[in-house]
């Protein structure tokens, strides 16, 4: 099986790519996004690699992110779901947002996918709400970015985690807000920088 490629990107249409690595052309089907994500043609690219085969075809599916394949592997355990609608729902809606959707339970916005019905939609949303990675809350990703501004301004992860549980409280929402009442409480106390 082949589980990645890293090449020369030589050739982009809608549907797939062609990928020469040392003299070898690998035609790979990709979404919407991970054609979206590819440099222009002739540029040194990596790609995730699903290998597909059939008894009478070999067909390679590539992926800029690792998560986005997983997913992909994922939507291939539901029942009547191969891999070209696999592809097709990846490229009817984002990773995330199919996350999202999933854990929301949103059938229509699953419906808004071309080629995906309602029995599918519902189907897809039963099976795959205990399989799928659970959504980060707008709380984690708003920590996890503030935090991550925080250390790279020198702060130690501790302290600054410390700040921003005590922010956090005030009942900040944005990154700016929360980011300028960490930076009150480390800046207002003695605490070491690294």
């Not at 070209?84 to 490229?91: C, E, F, Q, V």
């Amino acid at each position: 099986m082949i589980g990645s490629l890293r090449g020369k990107l030589i050739f982009k249409q809608p549907n797939n790519v062609i990928v020469e690595v040392q003299g070898v052309g690998y035609q790979v089907n990709v979404s919407v996004g991970t054609l979206s994500s590819l440099p222009d043609e002739g540029s040194e690219v990596f790609m995730h690699i699903y290998t597909h085969v059939r008894e009478d075809l070999l067909q390679l599916y590539g992926f800029i992110s690792e998560d986005e394949k997983k997913i992909f592997i994922t939507l291939l355990g539901i029942t009547g779901i191969g891999p070209k609608m696999a592809l097709n729902i990846l490229s009817g809606i984002s990773h995330n947002d199919l996350l999202h959707a999933i854990e929301k339970e949103d059938v229509d916005v699953l419906c808004k996918i071309p080629g995906l019905g309602k029995k599918t939609a519902h189907r897809l949303i039963l099976e795959l709400r205990e399989k799928l990675p659970p959504v980060k809350t707008l709380y984690d990703r708003l920590f996890d970015d503030t935090l991550s501004a925080l250390i790279n301004l020198g702060y130690k992860k501790s302290v600054a985690i410390k700040a921003l549980e005590l922010s956090y409280k005030k009942g900040f929402k944005d990154i700016e807000g929360l980011l300028k009442e960490s930076l009150k409480y480390l800046t207002g106390e003695v605490i070491e920088k690294n």
